[in-house]
């Protein structure tokens, strides 16, 4: 480990679940990369909110590999090394295959790929190169891996892949002691769900769930932080469901 608290690096930490993940973390004494895509003001007052001190906020667009790398290693060189890895940064974008051109269907599955799977691959093939033994890899992931997609098909493919991706790194890096998880939210308050969650759809969307309600940020922060955890080894390869019984699976 680290000195001075675990060094934690949190994708898409500029609003919504990374923001809250970030918070969670530095509030039990570790120190965080605040990773954003394109909204570093945000990002930084998201900084200026932790407890703590050694935190650092760094850009880098997922679809490129090379701003990929650059910001691992810059967040490895401030933090001394990554212990924690939340792949939590992704994209919903309507694409219904009935309502979207041929064109709008290769571009709604590139790019929701590129971020949400491909850029979550990068982000981990780069950080391994600074993670050692005890190190966490969180991925969240959907309730959409298991219970489909119907406006958003990529979506829902790319957090079943990063599923899988995560269970097969699970496998690979057990023998370094590296444990890797994910969450699978429902539908959560932040900026990505805010118009499901408006009007008649967010009534309907609440009702899902036996208790009448979606999750908060904090709720899936708290889920990634146990994943997390030294005492968490042995959740290795599990998916962590956070989605108030509104779809249940074996
Ligand atoms: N909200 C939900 O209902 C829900 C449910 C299940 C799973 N999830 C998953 O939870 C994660 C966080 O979701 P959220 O609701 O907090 O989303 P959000 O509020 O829309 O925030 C998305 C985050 O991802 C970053 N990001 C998006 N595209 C990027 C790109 N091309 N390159 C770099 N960074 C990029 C954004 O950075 P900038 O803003 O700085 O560009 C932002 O920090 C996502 O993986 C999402 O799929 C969400």
Not at 70 to 83: C, K, N, P, T, Y
Not at 95 to 103: G, K, N
Not at 127 to 141: D, E, Q, T, Y
Request: hydrophobic share 45%; proline share 4%; glycine share 14%.
């Amino acid at each position: 480990m680290s000195p001075g608290g675990r060094a934690v690096l949190v994708t898409g930490a500029s609003r919504g679940i990374g923001a809250a993940v970030a918070r969670a973390f530095a509030a039990s004494g570790e120190r965080v990369g605040l990773h954003y895509g394109s909204r570093r003001e945000a990002a930084m007052q998201v900084l200026a909110t932790l407890p703590g001190a050694g935190h650092i906020v760094a850009g880098a667009e997922l679809t490129d590999p090379e701003a990929i790398r650059s910001m691992v290693d810059e967040v490895a060189g401030a933090l001394g090394g990554i212990d924690v890895l939340v792949n939590n940064a992704g994209v919903f974008e309507p694409h219904a295959a009935a309502e979207t051109t041929y064109e709008e269907w290769q571009q709604a599955w590139q790019h929701t790929l590129g971020v949400n799977l491909i850029g979550a691959a990068n982000v981990t093939w780069c950080v391994l190169r600074h993670m050692g033994a005890g190190g966490r890899i969180v991925n969240v992931s959907s309730r959409g891996a298991f219970r489909g997609e119907p406006n958003h098909p990529a979506y829902g493919a790319s957090k079943a892949g990063l599923i899988a991706f995560g269970q097969s790194l699970a496998r690979a890096l057990g023998e370094r002691r590296i444990a890797v998880t994910a969450v699978a939210p429902g539908f959560v308050e932040t900026d990505m769900a805010a118009e499901e969650l408006t009007g008649e759809s967010g009534r309907r969307r609440r009702g899902e769930s036996p208790l009448g309600r979606v999750a908060t940020p904090e709720e899936v922060a708290a889920a990634v932080h146990y994943l997390a955890s030294p005492e968490a080894e042995l959740a290795s390869g599990a998916v962590l469901d956070v989605n108030g019984a509104s779809y249940l699976r074996l």
